[in-house]
Structures are given as structure tokens and as C-alpha cells.
């Protein structure tokens, strides 16, 4: 079994719209620690957000299993 990985918001969107149109914001904020699965998410290729020496990863919010403190 994989541990799950941890990181930290970079950015977040508006949220999704539920199944009448209606937008549900989201739980997690720009600061927030949280816990995902390891192999979930889109890889950003190094350099497309500038920096050549960071991993950047994009999750749905549905991808996060916690958020730490």
C-alpha cells in the first residue's frame, strides 16, 4: 500500500457546479496542507509555471483525502 503524499495549495478554482448548474465552493484554500493519493493527478511539465526546479502536480478536490491543520 502507497503512502499518500503531501503538499501544499498553489491555486484553486471556483469549484464545480452540482447537478442543477449551482456552483459549490470549495474546501481548500491557497495555504492549505493537504494529503492525496500518489498516483493521482496531472503532472505540470518543469518550467510551464517557471520554475525548473519545483514539482508541480493539478488534483480535483475530490483527489484530496485530508487536510492538515
Keep these: 500500500r502507497e503512502k499518500p503524499q503531501m503538499g501544499e495549495v498553489l491555486a484553486a ?3 464545480r457546479l452540482d447537478d442543477n448548474g449551482k456552483r459549490l465552493p470549495m474546501d481548500v484554500k491557497v495555504g492549505d496542507r493537504v494529503l492525496y493519493a500518489k498516483y493521482t493527478g496531472q503532472d505540470v ?5 517557471g520554475s525548473e526546479e519545483e514539482e508541480f502536480l493539478v488534483l480535483r478536490e475530490s483527489d ?5 491543520g
Design 13 to 15: 478554482g471556483p469549484g
Design 45 to 49: 511539465p518543469r518550467g510551464v509555471l
Design 64 to 68: 484530496i483525502l485530508a487536510k492538515l
